[in-house]
């Protein structure tokens, strides 16, 4: 359970020293999530190959049914960032044959895969490092980079909240807030999350500085976009925001 607050809470060394360093001994159960944990460890740092064999020992050896188009999409993009196109497109094959659509991570994967389209190797490699907690690389490989370096409208809209959540998981409030804006501006009539998850963000930038009825404000927008991914999570987080604003 650590392991997993960890991963999800972006604190990936920390995950990785309680995997590692847990008690190995035979009167622990050994299970195959152990695997899945450390694939995502290593994936967050793009470390490729090891994050490869992780998440193939998992495959190869869980015998439930969740995760598992997750684990097949995570599959396909250690081997799209190595340039293995033949091999990702497989994987991405055995996303739609295999697991089941119980978790909302597997419900994602089998969306993108059924889409045949493949993301931005630069933007996945800044989302990956930022789902990490490794804001500095993910800075690092976007500096120079505007929404106009990129031709494809989602694209643009990705690039706009991946910074802005860059800069939010930092404390730059101010530039993460601009970037945002950008974000609602260039996605409040699309299918991805990312302008509804900027408002969102916004809702509680405001909040933890005070500023409850723009909070309020933001926190609304979330929740009046549409037909986006995440909505009924999105909606929850936004409407337990309001509450909390206004006192109740």
Avoid at 29 to 56: C, M, P, R, S
Avoid at 57 to 78: A, I, M, R, T
Avoid at 228 to 246: F, M, N, P, T, V
Wanted: one cysteine or more; proline letters at 1%.
């Amino acid at each position: 359970m650590a392991a997993n607050l960890a991963i999800n809470n972006k604190q990936t060394e920390y995950a990785k020293n309680i995997i590692l360093n847990r008690n190995k001994s035979p009167e622990y159960l050994d299970t195959q999530l152990w695997d899945y944990e450390l694939g995502y460890v290593k994936l967050n740092h793009l470390e490729i190959n090891e994050a490869a064999k992780y998440f193939q020992n998992f495959v190869n050896n869980f015998k439930g049914q969740f995760y598992l188009k997750d684990v097949y999409e995570k599959l396909s993009w250690c081997y799209y960032l190595q340039g293995n196109n033949a091999a990702a497109e497989n994987e991405r094959k055995l996303v739609l044959q295999k697991g089941s659509l119980n978790t909302d991570a597997d419900k994602q994967s089998q969306k993108n895969a059924k889409s045949g389209v493949w993301p931005n190797i630069l933007l996945l490699r800044a989302r990956l490092l930022n789902d990490g907690g490794y804001n500095s690389e993910a800075l690092n490989l976007l500096n120079g980079k505007s929404a106009n370096s990129f031709e494809k409208p989602e694209e643009k809209l990705e690039f706009s909240y991946r910074v802005g959540r860059i800069y939010d998981d930092v404390g730059r409030d101010s530039e993460a807030v601009k970037m945002y804006l950008l974000a609602i501006q260039l996605g409040q009539n699309r299918t991805e999350y990312y302008a509804a998850r900027a408002a969102l963000q916004i809702g509680w930038i405001y909040e933890h500085q005070g500023r409850k009825d723009l909070a309020i404000k933001y926190y609304q927008q979330c929740m009046d976009m549409d037909d986006h991914d995440y909505k009924d999570s999105l909606d929850q987080k936004a409407k337990s925001g309001i509450a909390r604003c206004e006192g109740s």
